[in-house]
């Protein structure tokens, strides 16, 4: 299962920017749907189209290992 961090990245750029950075804001900048974004930050193993990984990544100047990590599951070990 992949967990996305947004939440993270969300919180590290406004403590780096010095202000709130939402999601509405994410959404405008990166033509991803707000109910998208809150889906990838809250549901767990939330799927979502590379597209949208890709836009997340450009906007907050990540990689793809720093936007979402690799958990196993059970079905997978």
């Not at 961090?5 to 590290?12: D, F, G, I, M, R």
């Not at 033509?31 to 990984?53: E, H, M, P």
């Amino acid at each position: 299962m992949l967990r996305f961090k947004l939440k993270e990245l969300l919180a590290e750029k406004s403590f780096q920017e010095e202000r709130r950075v939402t999601m509405v804001e994410v959404s405008e900048k990166t033509g991803i749907n707000r109910i998208t974004l809150s889906k990838i930050a809250n549901q767990k193993g939330y799927s979502t189209v590379t597209d949208n990984l890709d836009k997340l990544c450009t906007y907050f100047g990540c990689t793809l290992s720093e936007l979402a990590e690799y958990i196993p599951t059970e079905e997978s070990e």
